[in-house]
């Protein structure tokens, strides 16, 4: 089982729709989570924590759920600049990460 | 703008070739900074952490001798393929720890190097 899973889609959808991504993580131990986003052949950007109590920027809004060992990200009124791959990040313990395979989204007009 | 910065951002070069790859922080002091490769359509996997005036601590699987990784100063690490292969084309992006409480990972602009 990998350590971080992700649907990898592509979620195809139209300009204005909400769209949510879900992740999964194995390790209990787990410790912070994050959102970045990849655009096609550049690095990745973080795109935002993911705080025990659910956060929210803008119209983006991540949570989590320990107990379930699961995280989410909802994008409200998708933009066709939100096309990217979106990439769960889990940290267990010091500065190291485990990415996720990324989930690809695409806005259509 | 900016907290790391990667160089070179694209390599083409003959089979046989050694490949230099710099990572540096900038404004700030990275104690350690990490390597990544991603193939295509693929997710980063580590290869590697670069601890500043000591050895790197390798991921399973790859060779450290393949591999070189130098960390000589708080702001500067660099990657080293030598005697790259094919096989060895890939995506690979450097990332180091900056933000007040430098649980933030912020990565390089990434190396495309191709080997033909």
Request: with cysteine; hydrophobic share 35%; proline share 4%.
């Amino acid at each position: 089982r990998k350590e971080v899973e992700q649907d990898p889609g592509p979620f195809n959808v139209p300009e204005g729709a909400t769209v949510a991504f879900n992740c999964t993580y194995s390790n209990s131990a787990s410790q912070s989570f994050f959102w970045y986003r990849q655009d096609c052949r550049k690095e990745p950007k973080l795109l935002m924590s993911v705080y025990s109590s659910g956060n929210e920027d803008g119209r983006f809004t991540a949570q989590l759920n320990r107990a379930s060992q699961y995280i989410s990200l909802l994008i409200r009124d998708s933009k066709l600049s939100d096309s990217a791959t979106y990439l769960c990040v889990v940290n267990v313990a010091g500065n190291m990460l485990t990415f996720g395979g990324g989930t690809r989204l695409m806005v259509k007009p | 703008g900016a907290v790391v910065s990667q160089h070179p951002s694209r390599v083409i070069c003959k089979s046989g070739t050694s490949v230099k790859i710099e990572c540096r922080s900038l404004d700030f002091q990275a104690t350690t900074m990490f390597w990544y490769r991603q193939f295509p359509k693929q997710s980063l996997m580590l290869m590697a952490t670069s601890n500043e005036g000591s050895k790197a601590t390798y991921e399973q699987g790859v060779e450290k001798d393949k591999f070189l990784i130098n960390h000589a100063s708080l702001t500067l690490s660099t990657l080293t393929v030598t005697s790259a292969h094919p096989e060895d084309s890939s995506f690979y992006i450097c990332s180091a720890n900056a933000g007040v409480a430098k649980n933030i990972q912020y990565f390089g602009a990434g190396t495309r190097l191709s080997v033909l």
